[in-house]
Structure formats: C-alpha cells, structure tokens
C-alpha cells in the first residue's frame, strides 16, 4: 500500500506541473479521474491495481477516438508517480492502438455560408444579459474561427490579454498539446472584434475572458454546438459541425495559392503552423479525406504532390 494517499498523489503531481509551468487544464482529467476513482471504490484513500485497471477498460458505446483519449490524459499522471514515488508495483497498461478518424469533413458552399453567417446576425437582441452577450458574441466567434483556422476550443478559451486588437495579433496558449502559437487576423476581422470588444466592454466592464458568460467565465463546448445548430439549420439542411469551419480555412487557403511554381514546404509549414498541425500531413489530411480536393494541391504542387500528400488506408 502506497505511503501517500491518492489525493496527496494527485496533489504532488500538480505541484511538479506548476514547477515547471506547464498547463493546468490536464489536472483538471486527473482530477476527473480521482473523482471517478473515489466514487467507484468505496472513497478508498489510496490509489490501487484494480483502479487504473478499471479506468482502462473500454466503456460501453465509447468510440476508439475518445477512449484512447481518455487513457492518453491520466497516463502521464501515472508514469510521474511510478518513477518519482516509486511505485514499482504499479503497472500501467498498454494503450489501445491508434485509430484514425473516417469522419470525411463538410465542404462548405458559398451559399451555405452566407445563410450561415445571415442567421448568426438575424439572433435577436432581448433584454437579459444572456441574450445580449449572445447576439453580440456568437456572429463574431464563429467569423473568426472561419477566417483564422482556430479550434473551437481555443476561440472558446480566449482570454481578452491574448487579442492585441490594434496589431491584430492572437496568442493562443490554451491549444492541443503544448504547441502555444501567434497568428495574425485579417484586418476585416481585427475590425470586427475591435467593434465587438468595444461594445462588450460596455456590458462586462475590465472582462478576463473575450467570449465570456454572464460571469466572465469561458463558454462551454455545448454553448457553442447549441449556437452553431441552431443558426446553422434555420437555412441549411445538410449537416455539418462547428469544428469543419476550421477545415473549411485549410482548404480555401490552399486552393488561394497561385497557379505557378513555387516552393511548396514553404507554403504549407506556413500553413501548418498557423492551424498548430504538429505534421504537414495533418495539414493535407483534408484533401486525402476529400479526393476531388486533390487534382487541385497536385496541379500547385507538381513533382512534390506525393511527398506532402499524406497516404491513407
């Protein structure tokens, strides 16, 4: 039986993630995994076998994506705590094979988007504070997840510090992994936010968060998906997902690209750092899940097409 309790164990961990300044939001599944622990077994005190073994086994209706996922946020906390409190008894299992997503993104039409964007700015304006921080917010996030290429989350967990409005330059620290990145809006953009946090500043005076709830905390992920269904589907029948804006601006950037020779890693590491892709396949991985999309990278690309071109199964 170990010396420490599970919470000191968790605890301890959080500490050498502070000491060494890495992000809290993974202590925040660590500690889901504590909760989840404590509940299953009794409010036992101390970590054992049998409740990493429990937490590895696949739930029902759990796809791969989410159950791998869910192993690959404790499994860090398990690895500190085996070396630096020695507990050789511990034994990690093996994580479940990687599986790649088949989900093909939606491509966007022009007239799809037009009737998206026409009823984000159709939400009306009532009187509660809820109501007029969604009129104000919603056209204004999803214009800049499109025109940026930003994840959800990270439009979501935007802190109003990390938008330089008079530059237009981003900080996006609250990503994917540890790949914190810069990117720079398109001066139409950097005046539509200008507008919007001048005006938001008026209801939510000296606001942490620049998309924020009535109580200056960050939106959640259903918020969003709740406000993207609802302007989405009031003139569009097809179905799509708020996550594809940002496939949607791989792909036009691309095909912005003129039509005649030029270094092509040049433009794609661009690219892919922009997104915060960790590989440039990542980056491409949209025109192999749509093939027509393809005719159209190789004619840019030339000689070079099948070296950036990621192979899929």
Not at 66 to 76: D, F, G, I, Q
Not at 79 to 98: A, E, F, H, V
Not at 250 to 265: G, R, V
Request: aromatic fraction near 12%; glycine fraction near 4%; hydrophobic fraction near 35%.
């Amino acid at each position: 039986m170990p010396i420490m309790t599970f919470a000191e164990l968790v605890e301890s961990y959080a500490s050498y993630r502070s000491a060494c300044g890495m992000k809290e939001r993974p202590m925040q599944d660590v500690r889901y995994f504590f909760n989840a622990c404590v509940r299953k077994f009794d409010r036992s005190k101390y970590l054992t076998q049998e409740m990493v073994d429990w937490w590895w086994e696949k739930r029902v209706n759990e796809i791969a994506v989410t159950y791998r996922s869910r192993l690959n946020k404790v499994r860090p906390f398990l690895q500190y705590i085996k070396l630096r409190m020695d507990l050789t008894d511990l034994i990690i299992p093996r994580m479940p094979p990687y599986v790649e997503s088949n989900s093909i993104p939606h491509y966007f039409t022009k007239s799809e988007l037009r009737n998206f964007f026409k009823a984000c700015d159709e939400i009306k304006n009532y009187k509660t504070l809820e109501q007029k921080l969604r009129k104000m917010e919603v056209p204004v996030i999803f214009r800049l997840l499109y025109s940026s290429g930003m994840r959800c989350v990270e439009g979501r967990l935007l802190d109003r510090d990390e938008v330089i409005l008079t530059t237009g330059v981003v900080r996006i620290t609250k990503t994917k992994g540890y790949r914190e990145r810069i990117i720079v809006l398109h001066e139409t953009m950097r005046e539509i936010m200008s507008m919007y946090d001048e005006a938001m500043n008026s209801l939510i005076p000296d606001r942490h968060v620049f998309f924020p709830d009535i109580h200056d905390d960050y939106r959640k992920d259903k918020w969003l998906d709740a406000q993207f269904r609802e302007c989405w589907y009031k003139y569009n029948k097809v179905t799509a997902y708020p996550r594809e804006l940002r496939h949607q601006y791989a792909i036009e950037n691309i095909n912005s690209w003129p039509n005649h020779e030029y270094e092509t890693n040049e433009n794609l590491v661009s690219l892919k750092n922009s997104m915060g892709h960790s590989k440039v396949s990542r980056t491409l991985g949209y025109y192999a899940l749509v093939p027509q999309y393809g005719g159209i990278i190789e004619s840019k690309s030339g000689n070079t097409f099948e070296e950036v071109i990621p192979l899929m199964p």
